[in-house]
């Protein structure tokens, strides 16, 4: 994204590629970093989510590298076809019927579901082409009560929500749960195969 394209300058403003209407933009992610803040958040229209995510959702990831120009009409212009932004969006991962973009969950913190801060997301996992868990680094805290190792995989399943405003990623379940769930239980296991980035 051009510098001169500031995320005040592009709020509610709709989204094009070509003629199609893709959606209207309404904000980014709020992170004192700009390296975390790659991606601007998209309401995405009701067709183009249906023709083009494997299961809609009204609100998606939108690059910034992706916007060309501001159109006559003051409406954003991407430079990429509707195959790349579909591209993208299958590059994410769901969180209650949203997509997130890697960039806007990296150094998020982890909450349970009893509100503990576990720890931060450092990285995430694929297996077969798909975001299955987040790589969180404990707090000190939580590694000495739960006994944790140095990095944990949570797995997707078990996100619940994210919060803007305070950038954290709430679990559906406890921290005390969370290392007793089956699918938690496979990702840490030593012998499952991640891809390769």
């Known amino acids: 994204m051009n510098d001169e394209f500031r995320i005040q300058e592009l709020l509610q403003r709709e989204v094009y590629v070509?003629?199609?209407?893709?959606?209207?933009?309404t904000g980014e992610r709020f992170h004192p970093s700009d390296d975390y803040v790659k991606s601007m958040r998209l309401q995405v229209v009701d067709n183009v989510a249906n023709e083009y995510m494997r299961k809609p959702a009204e609100y998606a990831p939108l690059s910034k590298e992706l916007v060309h120009s501001i159109r006559s009409d003051g409406a954003v212009k991407l430079s990429k076809s509707m195959r790349e932004l579909q591209r993208r969006w299958r590059n994410t991962v769901r969180i209650n019927e949203k997509l997130f973009a890697p960039d806007e969950l990296k150094d998020r913190a982890v909450l349970d579901n009893?509100?503990?801060?576990?720890?931060?997301?450092?990285?995430?996992?694929k297996i077969k082409r798909t975001y299955k868990g987040l790589i969180v680094k404990p707090h000190f805290m939580m590694k000495t009560r739960y006994a944790l190792p140095e990095t944990i995989i949570v797995p997707v399943g078990q996100l619940s929500r994210t919060t803007a405003r305070l950038d954290e990623i709430i679990l559906k379940c406890s921290a005390k749960r969370l290392s007793t769930l089956p699918s938690y239980i496979k990702l840490n296991s030593e012998d499952i195969v991640f891809d390769k980035d």
């Open 18 to 25: 070509g003629d199609k209407l893709v959606g209207t933009i």
């Open 114 to 125: 009893d509100g503990s801060d576990i720890g931060n997301v450092i990285g995430l996992v």
